[in-house]
């Protein structure tokens, strides 16, 4: 049981260049979300899911675009990296509403916008 | 606004010693708090939940207090071992709504 998995654990990216992070769960879970978490603040949620196809904007949307074609993946993509966008990206699936279960969390992405 | 504070920002202890890390809240209109470990390099991982109507739950030697008039929580780690070293995320989620803050953590570091 692996839980939630993320692709990739680590990627460099040139400022204007593109790129898709994916999240995988396998515990059957309708909800799922896309953190950030950078120096000395909380983690801030981007953008989350309530089930297949569906996707509604978080705190911090802006410059990020999500995708739930699949219940088990989660897409989030960044269709022109900007050196802001440097951060950790963690996923998370949980059975219900955020908050109100137990929300289980990826090993996180660390991306660097150069 | 809803905001969680967090403190210390770092600490460190001996390893058997005993700790307590602080959270005060704002979140209104207040469901539930959890208390996260995260360890370097990984995602967070959830050690205890409580709703309003609890003020204490235990996880082995993680114990979390909720005090739902002050508005704090505290985690309280007794007999402390080099695998606590971590950071320990305080989160607060609001009644209706998809609202869910996150403090910023305490780091605790645990030398022998």
């Known amino acids: 049981n692996a839980g939630v998995t993320q692709t990739p654990k680590f990627r460099v990216l040139k400022t204007g260049q593109s790129m898709t992070l994916l999240c995988a769960q396998d515990m059957n879970h309708e909800y799922m979300y896309w953190y950030r978490q950078d120096p000395g603040m909380g983690l801030r949620l981007i953008h989350y899911?309530?089930?297949?196809?569906?996707?509604a904007k978080g705190e911090v949307p802006d410059g990020y675009n999500v995708s739930r074609l699949k219940k088990q993946n989660f897409l989030l993509g960044l269709e022109s990296a900007a050196p802001s966008q440097t951060s950790v990206y963690f996923c998370?699936?949980?059975?219900?509403?955020?908050?109100?279960?137990?929300?289980?969390f990826g090993q996180g992405t660390r991306l660097t916008v150069v | 606004k809803n905001q969680v504070e967090q403190s210390p920002q770092s600490l460190i202890i001996l390893e058997g010693k005993n700790c307590t890390l602080q959270c005060n809240y704002t979140v209104s209109p207040f469901s539930n708090l959890r208390w996260y470990k995260q360890d370097t390099g990984r995602g967070p991982v959830s050690l205890t939940i409580?709703?309003?109507?609890?003020n204490t739950k235990s996880n082995g030697r993680y114990t979390a207090t909720l005090d739902a008039d002050t508005k704090q929580s505290s985690l309280h780690i007794t007999a402390s071992q080099l695998s606590d070293s971590a950071s320990y995320i305080c989160v607060v989620s609001a009644a209706g709504g998809f609202k869910t803050i996150f403090g910023a953590g305490t780091r605790l570091f645990v030398k022998a």
């Open positions: 998370a699936s949980s059975y219900s509403r955020e908050g109100h279960t137990e929300a289980f």
């Open positions: 899911s309530v089930g297949e196809g569906t996707t």
């Open positions: 409580m709703t309003f109507s609890e």
